[in-house]
């Protein structure tokens, strides 16, 4: 059993599914609701954990009342938690999120980690006692250097969530071993997957892959280019599927290469968009 530590953002999901989003001053009535713990380290923690690991969540949720159904949750799915600011009063973040029901597609709104960053000074050095991986997703960018730091003395091997560039990530791009980046990764001046797989690489990243959601995924691996198709499935929602990828990654390049890792994972994410909410594929026994 493998030990998995995930640094980044928490949230509480409110999820609505309808026929589409509302249009400016009107009301939509869902067809169902679901509310979840959300974000991309939580996601993928509990991704984690339900294949199998012991999973660790680490990042900020302080003592309001959300915080505490966004560790109920957690702890649903075995997730461990090390709160990062556990005075804090204010609520952690709430995302508000319709699915299209024709579509799986969807709509977020949310403040995400910019009113609950964290100072380095805040991370013990136990925290990766016993951790075999770590996933940093750049919400918590002070808290991720220090971390990758510590994990690269330890040779405890590191995955970038990369959903979209985030100011401060390049300090963190030397320590990370596998980029998993999503078609909306764009670092400085970077327009296309050519310039993202050139700015990485010049960065020391060995292998780095861009997921593009139904379409294949690109990857650069110790120089080798290539891409992996996608299983092709009608969506009903895509909430959180590239969250899910990101768990499901490292469990397998824990015993897999990184191509094969890249298809297992796929397979994982494409899964759960067949069902509504990101717990869903999870129960179906």
């Not at 050095?125 to 971390?147: F, K, M, P, R």
Request: charge should be negative; hydrophobic fraction near 40%.
């Amino acid at each position: 059993m493998k030990t998995g530590l995930f640094l980044g953002l928490g949230t509480l999901d409110l999820v609505y599914l309808a026929e589409k989003p509302p249009g400016e001053n009107q009301k939509v009535v869902a067809s169902d609701c679901t509310i979840a713990a959300g974000g991309p380290a939580a996601n993928a923690a509990v991704t984690f954990s339900y294949l199998g690991n012991v999973a660790v969540w680490a990042g900020v949720l302080g003592t309001h009342a959300i915080a505490q159904l966004i560790r109920a949750d957690l702890a649903e799915y075995n997730v461990r938690i090390i709160d990062l600011e556990p005075g804090r009063s204010h609520s952690p973040p709430v995302s508000s999120i319709i699915v299209t029901e024709a579509t799986g597609d969807r709509s977020v709104i949310s403040i995400n980690a910019t009113k609950s960053q964290v100072d380095s000074q805040t991370i013990n050095q136990d925290i990766l006692t016993s951790v075999n991986i770590v996933l940093v997703d750049g919400h918590q960018i002070a808290a991720s250097q220090e971390i990758a730091q510590l994990a690269k003395s330890k040779n405890i091997p590191i995955v970038l969530d990369g959903g979209s560039w985030k100011p401060g990530l390049e300090e963190i791009l030397p320590f990370i071993e596998w980029a998993v980046c999503s078609d909306n990764f764009h670092p400085p001046e970077c327009e296309n997957s050519e310039q993202v797989f050139a700015y990485l690489s010049a960065a020391g990243i060995p292998h780095i892959a861009i997921t593009r959601g139904e379409k294949s995924i690109l990857y650069l691996s110790s120089g080798t280019y290539g891409h992996i198709e996608t299983p092709q499935i009608q969506a009903k929602d895509t909430l959180g599927a590239g969250d899910i990828f990101h768990g499901a990654f490292c469990h397998y390049i824990l015993q897999n290469n990184f191509t094969d890792t890249l298809n297992a994972a796929a397979k994982i994410a494409s899964d759960s968009c067949k069902n509504f909410g990101t717990r869903a594929w999870m129960n179906k026994g």
